[in-house]
Structures are given as C-alpha cells and as structure tokens.
C-alpha cells in the first residue's frame, strides 16, 4: 500500500511539471522585442543576416536582411504597419521607398491557451548545467484564420525558436 501511495504521489508530481503555454504579447511578453541571427550554408555559397524588430503594441514589424549569394550581395528592408495596413520595401542603393497594401491581420507573438504540447527537448548539451537549452514545440489553431500553427519557444523566457 505504501508503494501505491509513493507512486501516486510521484506521479502526481511528475504531471504538476508538465509546461504551459506562454501568453501573447498583450499580457507582458514581447511588447518591443529585437531578433537577429546570421546564417549560412555548408559550402559558404549563401550568407545571411537578418534583423527583426517587433512591437507588439504598436502592432508593427522591421524585417531587414542582408546577404550574399554565388558572391551577389542582396539587402531586403520592409517596415509593415499593421494598423495602417500598409508595407514599406526600402531601397537603400537607390534611396527609393515603395508603398504596398498589407492585407494580412497582425499575428501577436506568443503561445495561445488552448495549444497542445507537442515535445520538450534540450538543443545542445545535458551533461552539464547551463549548456543546453530547453525548448518547447507548440501546435495549435490560427486565431479567425484556417490553419494550424507550430511554435518552439524556450522554456525560460519563452523566446521564439522557430514559427512554422
């Protein structure tokens, strides 16, 4: 009967620690946030890097690239503003700015309440304290939108991985 118990209360303890999705940006997460990464492939033919600025009140983006591919240089600028509905591509080589209609709703960064667990896992290293990073990969249903989306967010700080 003790071994009963024990089990119970292990199991009990185990599923208390199962993570919880992190709220959208409206509650306090990713209100003004900066991204930005370099990339580039195996053989060094294509190099990337991007910057992304989000602010979440606002409702508003900065997507910034540059890169070289097959020795091309590229450099990709857009500001899109959300509640104007409208993008801007920069041209900085030419000094040119291009307005375009954006008929796409703001999407707020975050994990909604009814998205499921899919996994947790730890990118790098676990033989040590501090070496790996734990993450956790979310689905769930696009809000008034068709479709599904799946996020991977760290554990702490719930700072996107990737969004697909």
């Known amino acids: 009967m003790k071994i009963f118990v024990a089990l119970a209360c292990l199991l009990a303890g185990c599923l208390a620690q199962r993570p919880h999705p992190c709220g959208k940006c409206e509650r306090g997460r990713f209100k ?3 991204f930005s990464f370099l990339q ?5 033919k294509l190099w990337v890097y ?3 600025l989000y602010d979440a009140l606002g409702q508003r983006m900065r997507l910034f690239e540059f890169g070289n591919l097959d020795n091309q240089t590229f450099t990709y600028d857009f ?3 959300y509640k104007e509905h409208v993008m801007y591509e920069i041209n900085h080589h030419n000094r040119t700015c291009k ?3 954006l008929k796409v709703d703001f999407q707020p960064l975050g994990i909604s309440k009814d998205a499921s667990l899919l996994g947790q896992v730890i990118v790098g290293s676990s033989s040590g304290p501090g070496q790996g990073l734990l993450v956790n990969t979310w689905i769930g249903d ?3 939108k068709e479709g599904k989306y799946m996020s991977t967010v760290t554990e702490f700080g719930c700072i996107p991985v990737s969004v697909a």
């Open 79 to 81: 500001l899109l503003l």
């Open 32 to 34: 003004l946030t900066q």
């Open 40 to 44: 580039s492939t195996q053989n060094e």
């Open 99 to 101: 307005k375009i209609p």
């Open 50 to 52: 991007a910057k992304y």
């Open 142 to 144: 696009l809000p008034n």
